[in-house]
Structures are given as C-alpha cells and as structure tokens.
C-alpha cells in the first residue's frame, strides 16, 4: 500500500510551534511522511536547527528527503532577550504576549520564501502545509498561494471532543469553579470543574484571548487536521471528532515510535543532560518494573514548596526513582539550594537519580526497570507512557492535561491521580503553589503506592497499560490503523494537487 517512490513526489511544508512538545511530534512526522516518498521542508528557528540538525542528518543520510528551513526569530523586534526563539527559553510566561508577536512577524519571510523558491522546484512545489494551530497566520498564507492547509494539533480526539460539548453546551458557567458538572454528550459519563479546564473556557491572568479565538476560527477553515494519537486508544472519540470535520481526520500516532536506532530515541527532542550509557547503567542495576521516573514536561516549572513535596513524596515511596528538575525558571536557583541543604540526593543515591535539564524519556520509558510514569499528561508524554505499556501516575498543571488525565484514569483506566485540583495558569515565572494547590507529599506517595502495589487492582491495571502499549506499536506497524492513515493522508493530498 505505500505509495511507491515518485519523480515529482508530494512536498509537504510542515511549520511547528517553537515549542518542545509541538516540534518534537512534527519532526517524528516528518520522517513518517519522508518514509513514504513525500520531500519535507520543515520551518525552524537557528535555535532549534541545532536542536534538531543531528536527527534530521541521520535521516537524509539514511536516504530520506527532508530539508530544514532556517528563520531568523525575531527577538529583539518582539521585546524578547536574545535566544529566545523556543517556548521553553523564556525567562518568565510573561514573555508569552511577545513569543506570539514574534511568530506572527515570520509570516513575511516565509511567504518570500515561498513565492521566491518553495513553489518552484526546491524540491518541487509546496504540494501541502502542515502547520502548528497555533501559528494561524498560515491559514492566509495558504489562501494567498492556493495551498492545502492541515492543522497539526498536540491534542488528542478526546479533548477535542470534550472541547466542542463545552462550547456548544457552555455549561462549565453554571455553577461555581470548584464545583464538578457532567459534560453532555459524551459517550463516557465525564466530569470536571471550571478549575479544571483550559485557558479556552477558565482564562487565567495573561491575556491571550485573541491568539486563542483566532486558532479556534482559523482552525475551523483548515482541509483537515493531523492527530497524534492511534485509534484503539480513543475510538469513540475519533469517530466523533471525525463527524465534526467531515472525515478530514487523520490519526497518525504515537508519534514517537516513529524514531527507530539508539541515537534517536536517546537524542530525541534534545541533547540528553546526562551521559545515556549511564542512564542506561543505572537502570540495569535495578529490577523489572521497580522504578518510577517522572517528569512534568519541559514548560512546568515547580515553585520551591512545591519541588520540596514532589522530591520527599518520591523519596518517601520508597521506590527507586529517576526525578528530572529542569533548569530553566527564575526559581531554579532556590531549588537546587534546597536539593544541597536537605541532602536528599545524597541520602537517596543508592536508588534515586537526578537528572538535570534534558531526560532521554523515550529512552527511559521502554526500559524494563521503569514499572511506572509519574506524568504531567502533556499529550506526548501521556502517549509515550501508554506507548510504552507503562501505569501512569497523573499530576496535570495546565492546557488540557485534566483531560489527558481523564482519559487515562477514567477511561483507560491505567493511572491514578495525584489529586491535582485545578490548572495553574502560566503567567508567573513558575507554576504557582497557594495552599489550595499544593500537592502534598502524602498524597504523591499515596498515588505512586496504588500504581506501582502487587494486589490486585495494580496488577489489573499493569496488565491493561500493557495491552494498550501492544496495541500503540500495532498501530504503527505495516497494515496498522496509523500506518495506513498516514497512506490514506497522503492519496487525499495526492487527489487534491491533480485537481
Ligand atoms: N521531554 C524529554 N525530556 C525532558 C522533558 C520532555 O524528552 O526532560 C519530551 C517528552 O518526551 C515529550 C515532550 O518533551 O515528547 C514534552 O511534551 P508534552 O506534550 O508531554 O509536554 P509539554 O512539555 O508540552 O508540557
């Protein structure tokens, strides 16, 4: 079924949020659609070229034709300190009002760009855009010069889902923040709390209502949209969010088992802090399913309090245990202060790991001593933990991590919640914790006991993060569901440029 190697292949033009978590599943993708025959041009800044040259070199040397566009970031024009050209260099999410303004001022070298070389032979014409929903400046572009335009979305089926019930039924402004309502028309009895919902529908103190309803109109005008996601893991919700977009749905994930060969999976997204044959060795000295390795994505950023709880309640799980404290945030300082003076990495070093900055989480998470994920449930993470078969322990902060938390305690039924109470708006310079936030210790430890125990209902649960993970690396196999979506994905594409 692979659509066979062409003299005049399908250019797709795939144009990322300067984000982590939105780059790093466009770069998986691009190797995808490069597998089947379609030349790639991908849209980065000089800071993620660097990120990223290694991945993509490896890939051009193995025959694949993807190119990456560099693009001056303008920061100084935004107001933003030099090198901060990606979502996680910002000093502080007050920054957020100029990263935008930014984006929008790279419409007009990319149109030069495009009118200048990529629709005329370099490879061959731009056959297709993929772009980031939130860069929504490419809904005009792609008007201007008459190109399909598909909206990658981090998200899953299910929020989105869940997403349009709320804005049709509204019923989140009924009753006070704290107090949990039904989402109607849902094939599984979901409930949430305003506290619990996006910016879209609980907006917090940064103001970024505009950018919001602008990716909201201009994804609605979109050809079709690119899900990371496979369908086994949400089929009702695919086939309804199908229904809203007329079938112009293609689920293409998990994403990250695109990567094949040691180097990619380790360098994946970033160069690792920490040396991976160490990593490595560290994880082979413990046994099967023992260790827990968490991390909260590459945007959260703990206040001191809060990093105290999360580090003693793993501490007190008694369980070996991989932390990731990132580096960047205003607070960092304080933080590694605390890790010196509490003494904790000395006094758990027999079976705790630090890793500062970069974790190689791919890597770690199909090791067979990693028995459990304690995630923030941005979407990739969340995939990659269900990819990897693994039960999850689920602390969301923001966007629509309550409902991947949802889906996954909930619906899968393969985590448990940490008790989260309500999201934490990015506008200071670290996730905030006023006593009604604070995560506790306690209940850290209590969490990470439920899913890593051995009575019954842990191992119920192991056993179904196992089947889900078998059928994640069905999907993308020859004949699976996101295999053959990815196919069916590039035909639409193919029939559209005939035209
Ligand atoms: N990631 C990683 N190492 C880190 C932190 C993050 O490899 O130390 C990767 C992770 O595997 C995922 C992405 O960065 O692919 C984070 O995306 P996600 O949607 O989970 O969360 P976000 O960072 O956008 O909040």
Redesign the pocket.
């Known amino acids: 079924m692979a659509s066979p190697p062409n003299n005049n292949p399908l250019h797709f033009v795939l144009i990322p949020l300067m ?4 780059i ?1 599943p466009m770069i998986d993708m691009a190797k995808l659609l490069a597998r089947r025959h379609v030349s790639v041009s991908i849209l980065v800044t000089h800071l993620d070229a660097t990120r990223f040259s290694p991945v993509i070199d490896r890939a051009v040397e193995s025959g694949l034709s993807i190119q990456l566009i560099k693009i001056r970031f303008p920061c100084e024009e935004a107001g933003l300190p030099r090198g901060c050209e990606s979502a996680d260099t910002l000093p502080s999410y007050h920054f957020i009002g100029n990263f935008f303004n930014a984006i929008i001022m790279l419409q007009k070298p990319l149109e030069e760009l495009i009118s200048k070389e990529l629709m005329n032979n370099n490879p061959s014409p731009v056959s297709c855009i993929i772009s980031d929903k939130h860069i929504t400046w490419t809904a005009a572009t792609c008007d201007k010069f008459r190109i399909p335009r598909i909206v990658f979305d ?1 998200m899953n089926c299910f929020t989105q889902v869940v997403s349009n019930a709320l804005f049709i039924s509204k019923v989140y402004e009924r009753g006070p923040p704290d107090e949990p309502f039904l989402v109607p028309g849902l094939p599984d009895e979901i409930e949430f709390t305003r506290n619990q919902l996006p910016g879209l529908f609980n907006p917090g103190p940064l103001d970024v209502t505009g950018v919001r309803e602008q990716v909201r109109e201009t994804e609605k005008r979109a050809y079709g949209v690119v899900v990371n996601t496979f369908e086994e893991v949400e089929k009702r919700y695919v086939d309804e969010f199908k229904t809203l977009k007329n079938g112009k749905v293609w689920c293409v994930g998990p994403l ?1 088992l695109s990567s094949k060969g040691d180097l990619d999976i380790s360098q ?3 160069q690792a802090s920490i040396d991976t044959d160490q990593c490595l060795k560290w994880l082979d000295g413990k046994n099967p399913g023992s260790v827990i390795y968490s ?1 909260l ?4 950023r703990l206040s001191p309090a809060q990093f105290v709880e999360f580090a003693l309640g793993l501490e007190e799980s008694n369980h070996p245990f991989i932390i ?1 404290v990132k580096k960047s945030g205003s607070k960092s300082e304080e933080i590694e202060n605390w890790i010196k003076e509490d003494g904790i990495e000395e006094r758990t070093k027999e079976r705790g790991l630090f890793i500062r900055g ?5 890597m770690i998470l199909s090791h067979a001593s990693v028995g459990g994920f304690l995630t ?1 449930c ?5 995939l ?1 933990g269900i990819s990897a078969g693994l039960p999850m322990v689920t602390w969301p902060m923001f966007a629509e991590q309550f409902l991947n938390e949802k889906l996954i305690v909930r619906i899968l039924n393969t985590g448990v919640g940490v008790g989260a109470r309500g999201v934490v708006h990015l506008g200071g310079d670290e996730v905030k914790a006023s006593s009604n936030k604070l995560v506790k210790r306690s209940e850290i430890k209590e969490a990470i006991w439920r899913v890593m125990e051995e009575r019954e209902s842990g191992c119920e649960r192991r056993k179904r993060a196992k089947e889900f993970g078998e059928m994640a690396n069905k999907s993308v196999e020859e004949g699976g569901s996101s295999y053959l979506n990815i196919e069916l994905l590039i035909r639409d594409i193919q029939q559209l440029v005939k035209k």
């Not at 984000?19 to 939105?22: C, F, M, N, S, V």
């Not at 994505?297 to 959260?300: A, C, E, K, M, Q």
């Not at 970069?358 to 791919?362: E, N, S």
């Open positions: 984000a982590p978590g939105h790093i981090g990250s994946r997204g970033n991390c994505g590459s945007l959260s990731v970069w974790a190689p989480q791919v923030h941005g979407w990739n993470s969340t990659e």
